[in-house]
Protein backbone atom coordinates (compact mmCIF):
# COMPACT_ATOMS: atom_id res chain seq x y z
CA UNK A 1 0.00 0.00 0.00
CA UNK A 2 1.48 3.29 -0.85
CA UNK A 3 2.22 6.14 1.42
CA UNK A 4 -0.94 8.58 1.90
CA UNK A 5 1.95 11.45 2.63
CA UNK A 6 2.95 11.62 -1.39
CA UNK A 7 -0.67 12.03 -2.28
CA UNK A 8 -1.46 14.62 0.05
CA UNK A 9 1.89 16.49 -0.87
CA UNK A 10 0.47 16.50 -4.49
CA UNK A 11 -3.04 17.75 -3.84
CA UNK A 12 -1.36 20.70 -1.52
CA UNK A 13 0.90 21.74 -4.08
CA UNK A 14 -1.44 21.19 -7.14
CA UNK A 15 -5.51 21.93 -5.39
CA UNK A 16 -6.68 23.54 -9.23
CA UNK A 17 -5.71 20.09 -10.65
CA UNK A 18 -6.75 18.14 -8.23
CA UNK A 19 -10.34 19.99 -8.36
CA UNK A 20 -10.67 20.06 -12.26
CA UNK A 21 -9.94 16.32 -11.76
CA UNK A 22 -12.51 15.85 -9.58
CA UNK A 23 -14.78 17.36 -11.20
CA UNK A 24 -14.21 15.59 -14.27
CA UNK A 25 -14.73 12.21 -13.09
CA UNK A 26 -17.78 13.53 -11.85
CA UNK A 27 -19.00 14.45 -14.89
CA UNK A 28 -17.67 11.29 -16.25
CA UNK A 29 -19.19 9.26 -14.07
CA UNK A 30 -22.93 11.21 -14.88
CA UNK A 31 -22.63 12.23 -11.38
CA UNK A 32 -26.22 14.25 -11.45
CA UNK A 33 -27.73 11.89 -13.15
CA UNK A 34 -26.56 9.09 -10.26
CA UNK A 35 -27.62 12.20 -7.83
CA UNK A 36 -31.26 12.50 -9.27
CA UNK A 37 -31.48 9.00 -8.88
CA UNK A 38 -30.58 8.94 -5.38
CA UNK A 39 -32.64 11.78 -4.83
CA UNK A 40 -35.52 10.10 -6.14
CA UNK A 41 -35.49 7.11 -4.38
CA UNK A 42 -34.74 8.78 -1.48
CA UNK A 43 -38.25 10.43 -2.04
CA UNK A 44 -39.65 7.06 -2.31
CA UNK A 45 -38.13 5.79 0.68
CA UNK A 46 -38.44 8.62 3.30
CA UNK A 47 -42.18 7.87 4.69
CA UNK A 48 -42.00 4.04 4.76
CA UNK A 49 -38.71 4.39 6.38
CA UNK A 50 -39.65 7.43 9.29
CA UNK A 51 -43.24 5.09 9.80
CA UNK A 52 -41.40 1.78 10.54
CA UNK A 53 -38.80 3.71 12.90
CA UNK A 54 -41.49 5.82 14.37
CA UNK A 55 -43.54 2.71 14.96
CA UNK A 56 -40.71 0.85 16.05
CA UNK A 57 -39.34 3.32 18.86
CA UNK A 58 -42.70 4.23 20.13
CA UNK A 59 -42.75 1.18 21.99
CA UNK A 60 -39.48 2.58 23.78
CA UNK A 61 -40.26 6.71 23.31
CA UNK A 62 -43.29 8.56 23.66
CA UNK A 63 -44.79 8.98 20.15
CA UNK A 64 -45.17 12.81 20.23
CA UNK A 65 -41.37 13.03 21.82
CA UNK A 66 -40.09 10.88 18.60
CA UNK A 67 -42.05 13.24 16.15
CA UNK A 68 -40.72 16.52 17.56
CA UNK A 69 -37.26 15.00 17.39
CA UNK A 70 -38.11 14.37 13.90
CA UNK A 71 -39.09 17.77 12.86
CA UNK A 72 -36.35 19.12 13.79
CA UNK A 73 -33.96 16.90 12.31
CA UNK A 74 -35.65 16.23 8.91
CA UNK A 75 -35.59 20.40 8.44
CA UNK A 76 -31.35 19.61 7.97
CA UNK A 77 -32.55 17.17 5.06
CA UNK A 78 -35.39 19.34 3.82
CA UNK A 79 -35.30 22.45 4.49
CA UNK A 80 -38.73 24.14 5.29
CA UNK A 81 -40.43 21.22 4.55
CA UNK A 82 -40.07 19.05 7.77
CA UNK A 83 -43.27 19.92 9.53
CA UNK A 84 -45.25 18.84 6.35
CA UNK A 85 -43.41 15.62 6.57
CA UNK A 86 -44.07 15.02 10.03
CA UNK A 87 -47.93 16.05 9.83
CA UNK A 88 -48.27 12.95 6.99
CA UNK A 89 -46.79 10.99 9.13
CA UNK A 90 -48.68 11.41 12.25
CA UNK A 91 -51.64 11.21 10.45
CA UNK A 92 -50.90 7.74 8.91
CA UNK A 93 -49.74 6.70 12.62
CA UNK A 94 -53.44 7.32 14.06
CA UNK A 95 -54.65 4.05 11.59
CA UNK A 96 -51.81 1.72 12.01
CA UNK A 97 -53.72 -0.56 13.00
CA UNK A 98 -54.42 -1.10 9.23
CA UNK A 99 -51.06 -2.01 8.81
CA UNK A 100 -50.65 -6.02 8.18
CA UNK A 101 -48.29 -8.09 6.84
CA UNK A 102 -48.51 -7.45 3.13
CA UNK A 103 -48.31 -3.43 3.56
CA UNK A 104 -45.49 -4.07 6.16
CA UNK A 105 -43.46 -5.68 3.37
CA UNK A 106 -43.63 -3.21 0.84
CA UNK A 107 -42.58 -0.73 3.44
CA UNK A 108 -39.80 -2.50 4.43
CA UNK A 109 -39.00 -3.03 0.27
CA UNK A 110 -39.54 0.65 -0.82
CA UNK A 111 -37.58 1.82 2.56
CA UNK A 112 -34.40 -0.41 1.19
CA UNK A 113 -34.67 1.07 -2.47
CA UNK A 114 -32.35 4.62 -1.54
CA UNK A 115 -29.93 2.74 0.14
CA UNK A 116 -29.46 0.08 -2.37
CA UNK A 117 -29.37 2.96 -5.03
CA UNK A 118 -26.87 4.26 -3.39
CA UNK A 119 -24.69 1.73 -2.75
CA UNK A 120 -24.72 0.85 -6.69
CA UNK A 121 -24.16 5.07 -7.42
CA UNK A 122 -21.09 4.29 -5.08
CA UNK A 123 -19.74 1.70 -6.99
CA UNK A 124 -19.77 3.77 -10.12
CA UNK A 125 -17.76 6.24 -8.00
CA UNK A 126 -15.22 3.54 -7.10
CA UNK A 127 -15.38 1.85 -10.11
CA UNK A 128 -11.61 1.09 -9.64
CA UNK A 129 -12.57 -0.85 -6.48
CA UNK A 130 -14.78 -3.00 -8.23
CA UNK A 131 -12.79 -3.84 -10.79
CA UNK A 132 -10.45 -5.54 -8.29
CA UNK A 133 -13.36 -6.80 -5.67
CA UNK A 134 -17.03 -7.29 -6.01
CA UNK A 135 -19.15 -7.48 -2.75
CA UNK A 136 -21.29 -10.67 -2.70
CA UNK A 137 -25.28 -10.19 -3.43
CA UNK A 138 -26.27 -11.53 0.32
CA UNK A 139 -23.93 -8.19 1.74
CA UNK A 140 -25.74 -5.70 -0.77
CA UNK A 141 -29.14 -7.39 0.08
CA UNK A 142 -28.83 -7.57 4.26
CA UNK A 143 -26.45 -3.77 3.69
CA UNK A 144 -30.07 -1.80 3.79
CA UNK A 145 -31.98 -3.38 6.30
CA UNK A 146 -28.50 -2.92 8.50
CA UNK A 147 -28.93 0.68 7.19
CA UNK A 148 -32.20 0.58 8.83
CA UNK A 149 -31.68 -0.71 12.08
CA UNK A 150 -28.79 1.74 12.19
CA UNK A 151 -30.98 4.94 11.82
CA UNK A 152 -33.10 3.12 14.33
CA UNK A 153 -30.96 3.43 16.58
CA UNK A 154 -29.74 6.38 16.16
CA UNK A 155 -32.80 8.38 15.87
CA UNK A 156 -33.51 6.95 19.62
CA UNK A 157 -29.98 8.26 21.01
CA UNK A 158 -30.61 11.33 19.48
CA UNK A 159 -34.28 11.81 21.24
CA UNK A 160 -32.95 10.75 24.66
CA UNK A 161 -30.38 13.12 24.09
CA UNK A 162 -31.99 15.99 23.03
CA UNK A 163 -35.27 15.77 25.86
CA UNK A 164 -32.09 15.82 28.31
CA UNK A 165 -30.84 19.08 26.48
CA UNK A 166 -34.18 20.66 26.18
CA UNK A 167 -34.53 19.69 29.90
CA UNK A 168 -31.35 21.48 30.55
CA UNK A 169 -32.51 24.22 28.72
CA UNK A 170 -35.53 24.79 31.26
CA UNK A 171 -33.08 25.14 33.84
CA UNK A 172 -31.24 28.36 35.12
CA UNK A 173 -28.13 29.26 37.38
CA UNK A 174 -27.71 31.73 39.68
CA UNK A 175 -24.33 33.40 40.23
CA UNK A 176 -22.78 36.80 41.09
CA UNK A 177 -26.25 37.76 42.15
CA UNK A 178 -27.48 36.91 38.34
CA UNK A 179 -29.73 34.34 37.72
CA UNK A 180 -28.85 33.09 33.99
CA UNK A 181 -31.22 30.94 31.66
CA UNK A 182 -29.54 27.71 29.95
CA UNK A 183 -31.82 27.97 27.23
CA UNK A 184 -29.84 29.22 24.83
CA UNK A 185 -26.80 26.74 26.19
CA UNK A 186 -29.45 24.28 25.10
CA UNK A 187 -30.21 25.14 21.85
CA UNK A 188 -26.46 25.88 21.07
CA UNK A 189 -26.36 22.27 22.13
CA UNK A 190 -28.99 20.59 20.04
CA UNK A 191 -27.31 22.46 16.78
CA UNK A 192 -24.00 20.74 17.88
CA UNK A 193 -25.90 17.36 18.32
CA UNK A 194 -27.46 17.71 14.65
CA UNK A 195 -24.01 18.74 12.94
CA UNK A 196 -22.58 15.49 15.31
CA UNK A 197 -25.11 13.34 14.45
CA UNK A 198 -24.98 14.74 10.23
CA UNK A 199 -21.42 14.39 10.31
CA UNK A 200 -21.55 10.46 11.52
CA UNK A 201 -24.06 9.42 8.95
CA UNK A 202 -21.93 11.15 5.98
CA UNK A 203 -18.96 9.66 7.57
CA UNK A 204 -20.37 5.88 7.99
CA UNK A 205 -21.97 6.51 4.41
CA UNK A 206 -18.74 6.79 3.03
CA UNK A 207 -16.73 3.95 5.40
CA UNK A 208 -19.64 1.23 4.28
CA UNK A 209 -20.95 2.25 1.00
CA UNK A 210 -18.32 1.70 -1.40
CA UNK A 211 -16.45 -1.94 -2.27
CA UNK A 212 -13.35 -2.49 -0.24
CA UNK A 213 -12.12 -0.90 2.77
CA UNK A 214 -11.87 3.19 3.37
CA UNK A 215 -10.01 5.15 5.89
CA UNK A 216 -12.05 5.42 8.58
CA UNK A 217 -9.78 9.45 8.46
CA UNK A 218 -10.62 9.64 4.36
CA UNK A 219 -14.07 8.90 5.65
CA UNK A 220 -14.33 11.63 8.45
CA UNK A 221 -12.67 14.23 5.90
CA UNK A 222 -15.28 13.23 3.66
CA UNK A 223 -18.17 13.28 6.11
CA UNK A 224 -16.69 16.50 7.54
CA UNK A 225 -16.61 18.15 4.12
CA UNK A 226 -19.99 17.19 3.08
CA UNK A 227 -21.75 18.35 6.20
CA UNK A 228 -20.66 21.84 5.85
CA UNK A 229 -21.32 21.86 2.35
CA UNK A 230 -24.51 20.75 3.00
CA UNK A 231 -24.84 23.48 5.88
CA UNK A 232 -24.46 26.21 3.67
CA UNK A 233 -26.31 24.96 1.01
CA UNK A 234 -29.72 23.97 2.55
CA UNK A 235 -29.24 27.41 4.35
CA UNK A 236 -29.56 29.26 0.63
CA UNK A 237 -32.37 26.83 0.22
CA UNK A 238 -34.67 27.98 2.80
CA UNK A 239 -33.83 31.22 1.47
CA UNK A 240 -34.43 31.17 -1.67
CA UNK A 241 -38.13 29.24 -1.41
CA UNK A 242 -38.82 31.33 1.01
CA UNK A 243 -38.23 34.55 -0.84
CA UNK A 244 -38.10 33.98 -4.29
CA UNK A 245 -38.91 31.11 -5.45
CA UNK A 246 -42.44 30.65 -7.40
CA UNK A 247 -42.73 27.35 -7.02
CA UNK A 248 -45.91 27.41 -5.59
CA UNK A 249 -47.51 29.52 -8.11
CA UNK A 250 -46.26 26.96 -10.56
CA UNK A 251 -46.83 23.43 -9.13
CA UNK A 252 -49.99 24.00 -6.66
CA UNK A 253 -50.71 21.03 -4.44
CA UNK A 254 -47.76 19.54 -5.61
CA UNK A 255 -45.17 22.16 -4.39
CA UNK A 256 -44.08 20.14 -1.05
CA UNK A 257 -43.06 16.85 -2.74
CA UNK A 258 -40.78 19.23 -5.75
CA UNK A 259 -39.45 21.05 -2.96
CA UNK A 260 -38.29 18.24 -1.17
CA UNK A 261 -37.29 16.29 -4.44
CA UNK A 262 -34.89 19.61 -5.05
CA UNK A 263 -33.30 19.34 -1.79
CA UNK A 264 -32.99 15.61 -1.67
CA UNK A 265 -30.93 16.13 -5.38
CA UNK A 266 -28.86 19.26 -4.11
CA UNK A 267 -27.84 16.46 -0.77
CA UNK A 268 -27.20 13.79 -3.30
CA UNK A 269 -25.26 16.07 -5.29
CA UNK A 270 -23.15 16.85 -2.38
CA UNK A 271 -22.73 12.87 -1.00
CA UNK A 272 -21.06 12.04 -4.19
CA UNK A 273 -19.44 14.77 -4.97
CA UNK A 274 -17.77 13.86 -1.55
CA UNK A 275 -17.00 10.42 -2.45
CA UNK A 276 -15.72 11.42 -5.93
CA UNK A 277 -13.06 13.75 -3.68
CA UNK A 278 -12.21 10.66 -1.94
CA UNK A 279 -12.01 8.34 -5.22
CA UNK A 280 -9.60 11.01 -7.22
CA UNK A 281 -7.36 11.10 -4.08
CA UNK A 282 -7.09 7.00 -3.44
CA UNK A 283 -6.04 7.03 -7.53
CA UNK A 284 -3.23 9.99 -7.14
CA UNK A 285 0.06 8.20 -8.03
CA UNK A 286 -1.78 5.07 -9.61
CA UNK A 287 -2.62 7.00 -13.07
CA UNK A 288 -0.82 9.51 -15.25
CA UNK A 289 -2.05 13.30 -14.53
CA UNK A 290 -2.77 14.00 -17.41
CA UNK A 291 -5.13 11.23 -17.78
CA UNK A 292 -9.16 11.86 -17.64
CA UNK A 293 -11.42 9.77 -16.30
CA UNK A 294 -13.07 7.82 -18.65
CA UNK A 295 -16.75 8.16 -19.25
CA UNK A 296 -19.07 5.71 -17.93
CA UNK A 297 -22.42 4.57 -19.42
CA UNK A 298 -25.41 3.10 -18.76
Known amino acids: MRAHGPALTQVLRHPRTFVLQTLKGFRANQGLLLSGAVAY ?24 ELLSTLGRYLEWLVPG ?23 LATMMFFSSLAFSVLENAMSVIFLHRVAVRRRHFMVSALLPYCYILFLGIGLLVVTLVSGMLQAIGQESVYFLGRTWSLGGVSGVLLYLLG ?9 SIYLVMPVGRLSLRHALIGGITAALLWEVTRHVLLWYFA ?38 YERIGTRKPSASSKPFHI
Open 41 to 64: YTLLSMVPLLILIVIALSHVVDQA
Open 81 to 103: QSQSIVRELANFLEHRNVIGWVL
Open 195 to 203: IGGEIFLLT
Open 243 to 280: TLSQVRVVYGSLTMAIVVLVSLEFAATILLLGAQVISE
